[in-house]
């Protein structure tokens, strides 16, 4: 079979899935476990698995591997195995990415087998869930995403809800409660295969190591089923939050959420109410990032930007606008992550050198373009277009030759060769992000439509 076919098979799947959950928001789903061990289901969750790369997990088995196997005698043993109801996960190779502030963040590697399974589950029960998710929510969710969070954001403060709750779940895919996650999935399924195998997942544990540790709580962040299970775990939060006597505006983005209120009254109200229904949920928040503000004094993050509403300097108006441009924290890893990447790898000393010094710079500060394209930071990317620049150029006069009879050139003209060649991208001028995005339109929603 041919990927093509299997992609057209597995929409047309999905699609008769997702009609039959939209009519009936009450049904519960059974002899869904067949589906994973179907021949195009499996080579469209390889596909993505190939194309979304990644390390190996604890068994050391990397994608390049699987096609020197050879992908159909790899995925044929693995539908044999679903079949027969001999498979069982691995623990998650457990590796740690530094955060802020000397923290680190856990992430939970699975095998390359794994992940495929994964996959293949979520290519099959994402349409069913899909069904009920409210427009709220707005992470990890196909053909949706940042910036029609920012656009709700925004909608709501045009519409006077001005007093924010800018909330933060603390440690929430590490807190996860199975037994509530298991009863917020038996809400829409009730194959047991499938949630025995989903179950499974949850309880595998991670590997340190040689030493494995059971996970009584909590979901690898890494996994690919895991968002999904975080969106349906957090769902009657979105449910309540939808309801027509609720006091405020939520806009969440997968553990990350701000409501917005209309007074400081409802905004308290509002805090005390979400503190309480976290709690119900086994989790809390934090209390040293949630916080109360006012849009038009403080501000709040959200997302990588900071979102104030400002008033019009034109003389004599009383009109204010709602603006956003990135935050203090998105400037500060911008800024560190040019030293990385000026640090990393050999000095440059030939034009070869600079050159893939130069691309490496430019594929970081493209990407941070893309993201942050809809906002209104000009003066912020000005002055990090500027750091970039002078850091590059004092990097380069540092990199040139020592020697008594070599003379040396100043970094301001490096800095002028620089301007005069265009060769680092500037974020400013919107070139970093009028490149074509490679990623745009790449998330498979056809079922919606078919």
């Known amino acids: ?97 530094p955060k802020d502030k000397g923290k680190t963040r856990k992430l939970g590697i699975p095998t390359v087998r794994d992940r495929i399974v994964q996959t293949a589950a979520k290519v099959i029960l994402e349409p069913i869930f899909e ?23 925004k909608r709501n403060a045009y519409a006077g809800y001005r007093h924010v709750v800018d909330a933060d779940i603390e440690g929430f895919f590490d807190n996860l409660d199975h037994e509530r996650m298991m ?27 040689y030493i494995r540790d059971d996970t009584d709580q909590g979901t690898p962040q890494g996994g690919v089923i895991s968002p999904l299970l975080a969106n349906i775990y957090l769902h009657s939060l979105d449910v309540a939050a939808s309801a027509k006597t609720f006091l405020g505006r939520m806009t969440r983005f997968a553990d990350d959420l701000v409501i917005q209120c209309g007074t400081r ?7 005390v109410w979400l503190s309480t229904y976290l709690d119900q949920l086994g989790l809390r928040m934090s209390a040293a990032k949630t916080t109360l503000v006012v849009d038009a004094l403080e501000g709040f993050d959200f997302l990588g930007f900071h979102h104030r509403r400002v008033a019009d300097k034109t003389a004599g108006s009383r009109r204010t606008f709602n603006m956003r441009w990135p935050s203090r ?35 970081y500060i493209r990407g941070w373009g ?24 004092r990097y ?43 990623f745009r339109g790449t998330a498979n929603v056809r079922w919606r439509a078919v």
């Open 1 to 97: 079979m041919n990927l093509k076919d299997a992609q057209d098979m597995t929409t047309v799947l999905q699609s008769k899935l997702y009609q039959a959950a939209k009519a009936s928001p009450s049904r519960r789903f059974h002899h869904l476990y067949d589906k994973l061990y179907r021949e195009d289901v499996l080579l469209v969750a390889w596909d993505q698995v190939r194309k979304n790369g990644g390390a190996p997990g604890i068994d050391g088995v990397r994608i390049e591997d699987v096609n020197e196997q050879g992908v159909d005698i790899y995925l044929a043993s693995l539908s044999s195995e679903l079949r027969s109801q001999t498979y069982r996960p691995q623990p998650a190779r457990r590796v740690e990415i």
């Open 131 to 153: 069904a009920d998710f409210k427009e709220i929510s707005f992470g990890f969710r196909p053909g949706i995403g940042q910036p029609e969070a920012l656009t709700a954001v």
């Open 183 to 209: 009863e917020s999935l038996r809400c829409r399924l009730c194959d047991g295969a499938v949630l025995r195998l989903i179950y499974r997942w949850l309880k595998a544990g991670v590997a340190i190591g």
């Open 265 to 271: 009254e409802h905004a308290e109200k509002t805090l």
């Open 329 to 363: 924290r998105a400037c500060r890893k911008f800024r560190d992550r040019i030293k990385q990447v000026l640090a990393k790898g050999v000095r440059v000393q030939t034009a070869d050198d600079w050159r893939e010094k130069c691309d490496a710079l430019n594929a």
């Open 370 to 393: 893309q993201y942050f394209r809809n906002g209104q930071g000009s003066a912020v990317l000005k002055k990090l277009d500027w750091y970039a620049r002078e850091r590059v150029a």
């Open 396 to 438: 380069l006069a540092r990199c040139q030759p020592k020697g008594k009879k070599r003379k040396k050139r100043k970094w301001q003209s490096f800095l002028e060769w620089m301007n005069k060649g265009n060769r680092l991208l500037r974020l400013a001028s919107g070139e970093s992000w009028k490149q074509p995005n490679p």
